[in-house]
């Protein structure tokens, strides 16, 4: 029985994501997730309470501006230790091609996008809770 695959091209975006978080090293590229995550759900939480609880809302929007600065700067950490890496195998190395050099270049920025990005989506949340927020 011959059964037909249909490939969309979710499963190709979703890999090329999985890819520049694995190229970008797990350990940090896991505790920047961490901080998005956190940081979306203070949102959500601010979004919920900002009818029945004002207090509360502005609370979670706090904790929401802390954790995504949080996710920043792992991310700049992350790219400054990435290329301390790069410069030391390129120092062990000698010479280096210049492809070898931007890879490592790119490997070393992809913390720093992640963390930006971890900072200005859950800004943008922020904004709209502020708002919407009425004294």
Known sequence: MNILLLSFPLPLVVNVFVDRFNEGGPFFMSLIL??????????????????????KS???????????????????MGSIIGMIEAFDAIGALGDVSQGMMAGGLKVALLTTVFGAITFILPRIGIIIIKALYKP
């Open 34 to 55: 961490i901080c998005l995550v956190l940081a979306l759900l203070f949102l959500v939480l601010g979004f919920l309470n900002l009818k029945k609880s004002p207090d």
């Open 58 to 76: 502005k609370k979670m929007t706090g904790l929401a501006s802390d954790t995504s600065i949080l996710g920043l700067v792992f991310g700049l």
